[in-house]
Structures are given as structure tokens and as C-alpha cells.
């Protein structure tokens, strides 16, 4: 299965969620009474209905029934499409019946070849649309999680010839359940349900654009078009968005040793503050960075989402406070030098220290295991891929001085371990650090100076060992968008 997303289509989305979100910020104030337009819909007491766990439609119970045809039919449309449109229908990978079933059932799993943007970007959205298959019909973030396993359990065995894939199975699920949530929180922003007109239908599109499942079920229910009051859960308490758009020089070794300079687009969504007591839910905090690469081997260069799964103050006071959380983590890193994706669960230790003058420091440290990691490879193996297969772990610091939202200085290093067991028998470590200067200069728009550094070491069993020492360095325009 490879899905494709158009560069168009992430741009409208994004531009359309940041939108409402800036409009959130700025406030009015209630209007007294007297001025209320009587088409206005009528206020509701959330707190005495039973409204559903998705939290932006009203009413919706759970639909185990509708749940599970959405589930099938998202497989039944990506297969259709695989079967009969992609490579002309010649691809015999998808010419699925009784003998392809019965031969998976008594193989069993094993290890796929396909390439990486396949494996470690497309399975994960897969995995999104069951999840949201589950969300957007009144299920809350850990009921959806069955119905993410076991849409893909369907695939890998009904809708491939292919043997089932260990990797793909992990990688479709959880992967799916990190991106599906984070796709679900960011569609609500972008609904208003008390917009009419070319403004409604617009929003509507956009957040069909990121969560198509949601969108679908709300033409189903026929939100789409009515009018009634939004959830008090459509915004978090607390958004920082950020874009920036500048130019990276990468090189081998030494940075002043290469003329390899690309446009790059980068958002950063900070979804949430755990400090300010963003941390009820799973996802109530979380940040999404994706990178575009332009002139790079693929567009969408990385993906990052880190989520809360739960947390407690430590401690809850001024001038520091220190938060113990669990989190989610998805990582993709696809360029001209990187292949890194994983999927891992772990634990952070948040800190929060107010400072003279306004200043805000804040840093965290995390330890996480990495259920399934991939890896770039140097060999090519039985298996046919570039890249290595393996669980492994997982560090991260980072550090980072501001004020009012505006960070001046970022410093943040990232380690990673895995131990591939499928591919090549290796150990990959790769780590990152990363060091960032910004000013603002006018309004909400300032310069960004930042430094990168990735080594990776790779050490095999069977083969002579690899060492990478890959700098960047990036000269940035940051746009705060709210």
C-alpha cells in the first residue's frame, strides 16, 4: 500500500487550522444578551448531555457497526486501488482470494522489502483512518486502539498475497494511533460548527483534508452543514504555531566542504501546555513538526509527534515547576542523507523555571522504548531493503529560553539506539544535536540561526563498520502564526 498526499493539499490544511486558532487567541469578549442574533443555535449544557467522546458533534454514541464497515472499507478501497489502478493493475501483489488467505493464515508474519517512505510514512496514515474510523464514531482515545491492531491484521492478511508483515503491523498501528489522534485534535480546531456559508464549507474541507474519516462521518450524521454550538474541547487552552521557511546547506563531514543548499519549509505546532494543566486526556498536549524538503528525494523530508499520554505535577509552584509524563512518539526522517523512523513509548521529566524580565526557561528529558526502529543500512541484505529493522531506545534533552512564546535560544540532543534484527545483524546509533539562535524582528516575524549535527554509527556483525558525521546549517524567516 503507498499513499500519496499533495504538497498543495498540506498547505491548505495547515494555513486553514492555524486560522481559527489565531482568531481564538485574540477574543472579544460575550456579547450582553440583547444582541444575541435569534439564528444564533441555542446554547447547550455539555455538562448534561451525552455527547460523545470525539467532543465536536452532538449526541453521537458509539457505533461498533459502522466502526467496523469503515474499517474493512478503508481496506477494501486502498486494495481496489492497488488491484486495479497503481501499475496498471499489473502488480500481482494484490491478486488476493482463497489460496493467497489460507497461505497467510498458516505462514504467519514475517518481513517485508518495501521501501521506506512506504513502510515508515504511508502505514502509519493508513493506521490514522483506523483510528479515526473508531474516533469520529463516539470512541474514546483508548477504545479506538483495538480497531487501529485489527484493521491492520485485516490487511496483512486478507488484502496482500504478500506473507503478513511483522513490521508493517507495528508500524500501521501504532504509528496510526500517534498520528490519528494528533490528525483528529487539529480537525476540530478547524471546525466551527457555528459558521455558514462559503466559510463553513471551507473549514469543513479543510478538516476533511486531515482527518478524511471524521469528515465522512460528519456528512453521515449531516453535521456537515448544520449549525448548532461548538464542543468547550475545539481548542486547547494553550497553541503556539510556527512556520519557517529558509534555506539548508548539508554536507559529509565538514560543512564548509559542500555547495549542497536546499529551500526547506518547516511547521511547528505545539498542541497544549502541560503546565497549565493540559494533561486530563491523552493528546490534551502534544507537538507536531513536519518538514518539507524541496529538491530533496522526497517531499515530506520529516514527521515528528510526541504526545502526553498522562502526567502529574511534581511540582506546582513559583518560579519552577517539574511535570513526571508518559508519552507517544513517532519519528520520520527521510533525505538525501537520513533514513530514521520509529515508533516508541516512554516516559519525560518536564521542568518550568520563570525568570527575571518575563524570560521562560523550560527543558525536558526523556527515556523511551523503541518498540520497532529503522535504520539506514550500507548492505544490502536478504531482505532487498536499504534499511535495517530493530527495536531499540531512545534519550532526548532539550532546553529552550524565551518570552511571551518567542524562544531566543534552543538546544536539544537526541540519541538513538537500534539493534537490527532484521536486515543486517547491526547496531545503529545516531544521534542529533541541534543549537538555534532567533530574533524577532518585526511583529510576529523574526530570523532564525541554527546549527545541526548528526553522527551516526553503524557496527555489523558480517560487514566492515560505517561512521557518518552529516552538518547542516540552516538560515531561517520564523513566522509565529498565532
Not at 524562544?407 to 537500534?418: E, G, P
Amino acid at each position: 500500500m503507498k499513499l500519496k498526499m499533495s504538497g498543495s493539499l498540506v498547505f491548505l490544511f495547515l494555513l486553514l487550522g492555524a486560522a481559527p486558532v489565531t482568531a481564538q487567541t485574540q477574543g472579544t469578549g460575550m456579547m450582553p444578551a440583547e444582541k444575541w442574533d435569534a439564528n444564533d443555535p441555542d446554547a447547550i449544557d455539555w455538562d448534561q448531555t451525552n455527547h460523545s467522546a470525539l467532543n465536536d458533534t452532538f449526541i453521537v454514541k458509539k457505533n461498533f457497526l459502522r466502526t467496523s464497515v469503515e474499517v474493512v472499507g478503508v481496506n477494501t478501497l486502498i486494495w481496489f486501488y492497488d488491484r486495479y489502478i497503481r501499475e496498471g493493475g499489473t502488480n500481482p501483489g494484490f491478486r488476493i482470494g482463497f489460496n493467497s488467505w489460507e497461505e497467510n493464515l498458516a505462514n504467519g508474519f514475517e518481513w517485508d522489502d518495501n521501501n521506506f517512505a512506504t513502510n515508515q510514512f504511508a502505514h502509519p496514515y493508513h493506521g490514522s483512518l483506523y483510528f479515526n474510523a473508531a474516533r469520529s464514531n463516539g470512541y474514546s482515545f483508548w477504545e479506538s486502539v483495538p480497531f487501529t491492531f485489527a484493521g491492520s491484521y485485516l490487511w496483512e492478511y486478507f488484502f496482500e498475497v504478500h506473507h503478513p508483515s511483522m513490521n508493517d503491523w507495528i508500524a500501521t498501528s501504532v504509528g496510526g494511533i500517534t498520528m490519528g489522534e494528533m490528525l483528529h485534535r487539529l480537525s476540530m480546531t478547524v471546525r466551527d460548527n457555528t459558521a455558514r456559508g462559503g466559510s463553513r464549507n471551507w473549514r469543513e474541507i479543510g478538516a476533511f483534508a486531515l482527518n478524511p474519516m471524521g469528515g465522512l462521518n460528519r456528512i453521515f450524521d449531516g453535521d456537515w452543514n448544520r449549525v448548532y454550538a461548538n464542543s468547550p474541547d475545539r481548542y486547547p487552552d494553550n497553541f503556539r504555531s510556527q512556520m519557517d521557511v529558509g534555506f539548508r546547506t548539508v554536507a559529509d563531514e565538514k560543512l564548509w566542504s559542500t555547495d549542497t543548499t536546499r529551500v526547506y519549509m518547516k511547521f511547528d505546532f505545539e498542541y497544549g501546555d502541560p503546565f497549565f494543566g493540559d494533561m486530563g486526556k491523552p493528546f490534551d498536549s502534544f507537538d507536531f513538526d513536519l518538514q518539507l524538503n524541496f529538491s530533496d528525494v522526497t517531499l515530506f523530508g520529516r514527521v515528528d509527534v510526541n504526545g502526553v499520554l498522562a502526567g502529574t505535577f511534581l511540582k506546582e509552584s513559583d518560579p519552577a515547576s517539574h511535570i513526571l509524563a508518559g508519552f507517544l512518539h513517532y519519528d520520520y526522517i527521510n533525505n538525501s542523507k537520513v533514513e530514521f523512523g520509529s515508533q516508541s513509548i516512554g516516559a519525560g521529566f518536564l521542568s518550568r523555571f520563570e525568570m527575571p524580565s518575563g524570560l521562560e526557561l523550560r527543558t525536558e528529558l526523556h527515556t523511551s522504548a523503541i518498540i520497532l526502529g529503522a535504520n539506514k543500512s550500507d548492505y544490502r541484505s536478504t531482505s532487498g531493503r536499504t534499511y535495517d529493522y530493530g527495536p531499540g531506545a531512545s534519550v532526548d534533552f532539550l532546553a529552550k529560553l524565551g518570552r511571551n512564546g518567542w524562544y531566543f535560544l534552543d538546544i536539544s540532543h537526541t540519541q538513538n539506539w537500534i539493534h537490527a534484527i532484521n536486515g543486517n545483524i547491526a547496531d545503529h546509533y545516531l544521534g542529533e544535536s541541534v543549537v538555534r539562535f532567533s530574533v524577532p524582528a518585526a511583529y510576529n516575524i523574526g530570523l532564525s540561526l541554527e546549527y545541526r549535527l548528526i553522527n551516526s554509527e553503524r557496527t555489523y556483525r558480517d560487514y566492515e563498520d560505517v561512521s557518518e558525521r552529516i552538518p547542516e546549517l540552516r538560515v531561517t524567516t520564523t513566522w509565529m502564526l498565532n
